[in-house]
């Protein structure tokens, strides 16, 4: 219970501020942990999919490398049609691995391979030496036909990126050089069509292509003496041009808070942590020496060449000494990746290298890998060549493929650049969705119960504090009015002892100042009989002895212990009892009883005093349900409906004690309903016109 002190002076209002200080005081604190935990398990959840994101890039990367490794370790021979097989000294050809059709990957999306010499001169391992009949190689008209068509592919993608210069000359070379335009739109054609299978955001700059092909064979002759390799060497440069791509890496907001703490984490774990530009280099990546056999050039009418190709007569067979560099990499204008590599022969430099369609590349290495990951539920992937956005992919619970780099705006996650020579190439993982942790779920339950708690403990005390407040000022009132109760009749009784002791009164006086007091005395009992019966009710349960008796001898005690009160009063006591139930027996305490009847009677005639009727009508009758019906009624103003049901509540009083009319302590009806339920029975009140019926019912004892 509250002290009486914190409640003295309370009202609902204040009570309600002093506990939601109190919530507020214990919600707050619980709140911010509660936050803090949340925020934890997400950090925790971001730092295991940042671990997926480190591996998938890692598994990646090492991937490639060995694709890398495989292209670097081809000879300067397998860039021809033909290589001499095993010794020298047999005089033995055979055709390159990288001529057979479909084209041998190295790496996935791999168009083709190619060669450039000093002068420009453009050559792929696609086609047979010039002079020689395709069909004795075993290659049919048709696959000449697509090998020579992929062939002017990878001619018009270096032409239109302008790594090789068309010339008018090797048009007689199996058709090469010819109808660049009509290559060049069918390039547009399937980097449109890559990119609707995709979604790469990239495009080829049209103009080039159209600019290039526009140009007179004779315009573009006068410039071959002009041509020179260094273009290879500045792919790598940076460019003023812009591109279209999707966007820069530079524009997108992205939050690194997350990955910083991660990171922090790692290094204080002593964890092995991913530089800032990459992952640390392949081994074996330097210049390297070979020496390699080449068969010589024929002349075309030379059948020679075909019987050495059987093995059949010799070969002449030169040998050189190259020195290679390992390969670079490149994303050119035309969407297309270009891996290549520098090779040093007799003092003159030859461009050694592959086309890579970007699409199929990303798609094959990188999407798949991705989409067979948990972070594909919950981040997007994107690929950037240097700080150019070239690749996206969505995680599967993204609403909207992204297409601008605002759209990719979220949490970064993770971001690496690949092992050189993919240096260039940098995948960002950024979330759009994070799982919640494997406790979160917990820790929403904890924070719903922590909710109910607070709120259901709000409502409590405040219910508890309320209650206490009401009965704080219900003994209050109870003091007060017991105190009015005991000192009215005590002082009538001392002054009219006092009149008769000094013989102030005649003989008729005294008579009445006799019954004055013997009514007061009366009603000073019932007073104490119900203070003390509260106490006993109070402190423990009250001892009764219920006992058989029938309905008529009950009534019949009754009424004579509470004719005097009625009478004095100035009422008329109107008895109504029915012949069935006078024959019924009940099992009843019969001194509670008369109590339970004596305090509805005396609360009768407090409330009905000014009552036009004064009577008090005591009536028994036998229910349908095997009951006994006892009913006390007044004929006054009745109850309000309002207080119907509080009237048997302890110390409760329908009036205010500083203006209230009537006397009592608001403790009769309680022991009524209290001595009534203890005895089996049970007690409610009707308002009847006029006036008001309590009604008490015991069941028939068997």
Do not use: C
């Amino acid at each position: 219970m509250l002290p009486n002190s914190l409640i003295k002076g309370f009202d609902k209002g204040r009570l309600r501020k002093l506990l939601a200080v109190i919530v507020l005081a214990l919600a707050v604190p619980t709140a911010v942990l509660i936050w803090q935990a949340y925020g934890q398990l997400k950090w925790e959840a971001f730092h295991q999919y940042r671990g997926v994101a480190e591996e998938l890039t890692r598994r990646i990367d090492t991937r490639l490398n060995g694709m890398i490794r495989t292209a670097d370790a081809r000879s300067f021979a397998d860039y021809t049609f033909l290589v001499v097989s095993g010794d020298p000294s047999a005089n033995f050809v055979q055709r390159s691995p990288l001529s057979a059709y479909p084209v041998t990957e190295d790496l996935p999306g791999v168009l083709g391979y190619f060669q450039v010499d000093t002068r420009g001169t453009f050559s792929t391992p696609l086609l047979p030496p010039e002079g020689t009949e395709a069909a004795s190689f075993g290659i049919s008209a048709s696959e000449f036909n697509d090998r020579r068509q992929l062939a002017q592919k990878i001619l018009a993608v270096l032409a239109t990126n302008r790594l090789v210069q068309s010339r008018p000359d090797i048009s007689v070379r199996r058709g090469i050089g010819t109808t660049f335009a009509a290559t060049a739109a069918v390039l547009e054609e399937e980097k449109e069509a890559d990119e609707n299978e995709y979604g790469a955001f990239v495009s080829k700059d049209k103009d080039d292509v159209d600019g290039f092909d526009a140009k007179p064979a004779e315009q573009v002759a006068d410039k071959i003496e002009d041509y020179s390799q260094q273009v290879f060497d500045q792919l790598n440069q940076p460019r003023d041009d812009a591109r279209a791509y999707s966007g820069k890496v530079s524009e997108i907001n992205l939050d690194g808070a997350l990955q910083k703490k991660s990171e922090a984490v790692e290094r204080e774990g002593a964890r092995q942590q991913v530089a800032d530009d990459g992952f640390a280099d392949a081994p074996g990546r330097s210049k390297r020496r070979e020496r390699i056999a080449l068969p010589e050039s024929v002349r075309p009418a030379d059948s020679e060449l075909m019987r050495n190709v059987a093995g059949t007569s010799d070969l002449r067979i030169s040998t050189f000494e190259s020195e290679i560099d390992p390969f670079e990499f490149s994303y050119l204008d035309s969407g297309h990746f270009v891996l290549f590599r520098k090779v040093w022969r007799d003092g003159e430099r030859y461009i050694q290298g592959l086309l890579v369609d970007q699409a199929a590349f990303t798609q094959d290495i990188i999407a798949e890998s991705f989409a067979d990951t948990t972070l594909s539920d919950m981040s997007n992937l994107i690929v950037a060549y240097e700080d150019d956005v070239i690749h996206t992919f969505s995680g599967r619970d993204s609403s909207a493929y992204p297409s601008v780099a605002e759209d990719l705006d979220a949490t970064l996650l993770y971001r690496n650049r690949l092992t050189a020579p993919l240096n260039s190439l940098e995948l960002i993982f950024s979330i759009n969705r994070l799982p919640p942790g494997p406790g979160a779920s917990v820790l929403g339950w904890v924070t719903l119960v922590l909710v109910i708690v607070f709120i259901g403990g709000f409502a409590v005390l405040y219910r508890l504090g309320l209650s206490q407040i009401n009965l704080a000022r219900q003994q209050q009132d109870f003091v007060s009015a017991v105190s009015h109760e005991l000192k009215t009749p005590l002082t009538s009784i001392r002054m009219y002892g006092e009149m008769l002791k000094e013989g102030w009164a005649d003989e008729e006086k005294r008579q009445s100042y006799y019954d004055y007091i013997h009514d007061e005395s009366e009603r000073l009992s019932r007073l104490i009989a119900n203070v003390l019966q509260l106490a006993r009710i109070t402190r423990t349960e009250p001892q009764f002895e219920l006992k058989p008796i029938t309905v008529g001898e009950l009534m019949s005690n009754t009424e004579s212990k509470i004719s005097s009160q009625v009478e004095s009063a100035g009422f008329e006591l109107r008895i109504k009892r029915d012949g069935g139930a006078d024959e019924a027996t009940i099992r009843i305490d019969e001194d509670h009883f008369a109590q339970i009847i004596i305090n509805l009677v005396d609360n009768a005639i407090k409330f009905s005093a000014n009552a036009q009727e004064k009577a008090i009508e005591l009536s028994s009758k036998r229910t349908a349900d095997n009951r006994i019906l006892f009913s006390v009624r007044d004929f006054g103003p009745g109850i309000p409906k309002d207080q119907m049901k509080k009237i048997f509540e302890l110390f409760y009083r329908s009036e205010s004690e500083l203006t209230r009319e009537t006397v009592g302590t608001g403790i009769g009806l309680a022991i009524v309903h209290q001595l009534t339920i203890a005895m089996n029975g049970s007690v409610d009140m009707i308002n009847v016109e006029p006036g008001a019926e309590f009604r008490i019912m015991f069941p028939i004892a068997d």
